[in-house]
């Protein structure tokens, strides 16, 4: 049975979903995502089908003509997010400097406008962020980004930093997976940690927080689910780069990543 919740996006099942044609696959499950070959019809999608919806819900295509996002992998959120919202320009970063085969065909033939991809750049190199932005947005303020690169705190804060004030007031910021220092699972909890020795994401997400509470012309609103985040963009123009530290004030005391 389809099930149609958005326009054009219809779910073939709790982990089968099309967009436009385009048929996605949703797995968290590293044995079937990392295996799993991707095509220009055909992508996996990491994540679970709740935090399908709720990317959905928040993401009006009216709305949103311009889209930067970091993390490709396989290329699956940015052919969805594609497919879904049809933007004018969609920037997209990946770390890996192979190119995604499945990705650059999608890209050949999507129905939207520009999706160019940005393959070989760290999020956490400011000066290429900040390159790519002002080439290819032009004076184009940014309606939504999305961050599912490394989900590290130093790398996410940083392009935060960067990419932020390229929002438009009411724009979206979306962080996903900022919870893996918290997930009920054997690799993040257990025998010292996949990353025991990083600061947890949760350190960006108190700063965000402090921001939020201390003027709402930067950030006007910010919404915490459990492996998502959302930030809204005040109204108040920003500097670039736009330094969370110099942002909140918390008595005179300085934030220290203490997770
Ligand atoms: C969780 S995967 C992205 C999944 C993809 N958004 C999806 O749902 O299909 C994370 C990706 O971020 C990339 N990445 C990791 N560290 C990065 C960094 N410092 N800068 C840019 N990309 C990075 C990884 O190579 C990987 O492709």
Redesign the pocket.
């Known amino acids: 049975m389809s099930i149609d919740t958005h326009a054009g996006l219809h779910w073939l099942s709790d982990d089968v979903l099309e967009v436009g044609g385009t048929r996605f696959l949703l797995s968290v499950d590293p044995e079937v995502?990392t295996v799993h070959p991707a095509t220009s019809r055909e992508?996996?999608?990491?994540?679970r089908k709740e935090m399908v919806d709720w990317l959905v819900d928040r993401l009006p295509p009216e709305e949103i003509s311009t889209i930067f996002?970091?993390?490709?992998?396989?290329?699956?959120?940015?052919a969805?997010l594609n497919a879904l919202l049809r933007p004018e320009i969609h920037l997209a970063?990946?770390?890996?400097a192979e190119p995604v085969t499945a990705l650059d065909e999608f890209a050949a033939t999507a129905a939207s406008g520009q999706l160019k991809r940005f393959y070989g750049?760290?999020?956490?190199?400011e000066i290429a962020l900040a390159g790519i932005l002002e080439e290819h947005l032009e004076d184009r303020p940014l309606d939504l980004i999305?961050d599912?690169?490394?989900?590290?705190y130093r790398?996410t804060r940083s392009?935060f930093e960067v990419t932020f004030p390229r929002l438009r007031p009411g724009g979206r910021y979306i962080i996903?997976?900022w919870n893996w220092a918290h997930m009920d699972e054997d690799l993040w909890q257990y025998a010292g940690g996949y990353w025991a020795d990083r600061p947890a994401l949760t350190n960006l997400i108190v700063e965000l927080v402090m921001v939020a509470g201390t003027d709402r012309s930067a950030i006007a609103e910010i919404t915490v689910d459990r492996d998502m985040v959302e930030v809204v963009r005040g109204d108040r123009s920003l500097p670039t780069p736009f330094r969370l530290a110099t942002a909140y004030l918390n008595r005179g005391l300085r934030f220290r990543p203490i997770l």
Do not use: I, P
């Not at 992508?43 to 994540?47: A, E, G, I, Q």
């Not at 599912?148 to 590290?152: M, Q, R, Y």
């Open positions: 995502y992508f996996m999608l990491v994540k996002e970091v993390g490709l992998y396989k290329g699956g959120s940015t969805f970063v990946e770390l890996e750049v760290d999020q956490a190199d999305v599912d690169a490394s989900h590290l790398e392009t996903e997976d």
